[in-house]
């Protein structure tokens, strides 16, 4: 009987996958993944639900868009209202979206808006089932569906480890265990004062622990801490 062997990893930048250990390795990966098949920049957006309507500079996990570029594409349109990110929450297929060809069903030219005559979205997930997209951006010509694929498979094999080596190990960005509880709570929309009597804290301590939320998570206030708390998965 024949014994069977592990051949279900084949790619040619393993070396380099084995070895990343952070952002400043994957970033590299990605960039040059991107710059290999023809396109310009790339980007690996977090998905959470079809609702959620985080711009898309807080999506963005990772990427090497220029600077400011995810910034004032959110000035000026909502990434929900594209057909791009419409998409995503009915197809996991890899797509090609040309700016020439990008009629939208009544929504947003993403491509247009964004600046770039090609994107290449490849949706991707961890395997806590957390939803994300890689894209590839550029102005080249259309890719083939060999190209199509090759990048597709390397694109998943990058986020796999990106995943497991980045994005999985942040251990909560510094919270303890009871800021964490509190984070939950104020992401069940629940108020300081009904929380208090939830954990039984004065609501005092629960403003304080709040507030060193706020300032280990780098953000201003309630709503922005909530979403920055689900996309680093610190909460569900």
């Known amino acids: 009987m024949p014994v069977l062997t592990k051949h279900y990893r084949r790619y040619d930048f393993e070396s380099d996958l084995e070895k990343a250990l952070n952002r400043v390795d994957f970033f590299r990966i990605f960039h040059t993944m991107a710059l290999r098949h023809g396109f310009d920049h790339f980007g690996v957006l977090h998905l959470t639900n079809e609702h959620e309507t985080s711009p898309l500079a807080s ?8 600077a400011g570029l995810a910034e004032t594409y959110d000035k000026r349109h909502r990434l929900n209202d594209s057909a791009l990110f419409r998409s995503f929450y009915r197809s996991t297929i890899p797509t090609v979206w040309r700016a020439d060809d990008a009629a939208d069903e009544g929504g947003a030219d993403f491509t247009g808006q964004i600046g770039f005559d ?4 490849i949706p991707v997930h961890a395997v806590n089932g957390t939803r994300y997209v890689v894209l590839f951006l550029g102005d080249g010509e259309d890719i083939s569906r060999t190209k199509h694929l090759e990048i ?3 694109a998943n094999c990058a986020f796999d480890y990106f995943h497991r080596q980045v994005l999985a190990n942040k251990a909560g960005m510094g919270l303890t265990p009871r800021e964490t509880e509190i984070l939950r709570w104020i992401s069940y929309g629940k108020t300081a ?3 208090a009597l939830i954990v039984s804290v ?3 301590t ?6 060193t939320i706020l300032k280990k998570l780098d953000v201003v206030n309630r709503t922005q801490m909530v979403a920055k708390a689900i996309r680093e998965q610190i909460i569900q």
């Open 118 to 121: 090609l994107i290449l979205s």
């Open 206 to 211: 629960v403003n304080s622990h709040t507030a």
């Open 59 to 66: 999506r963005l996990v990772l990427h090497d868009l220029p």
């Open 193 to 195: 004062s009904e929380i």
């Open 202 to 204: 004065s609501e005092h």
């Open 152 to 154: 597709a498979y390397e």
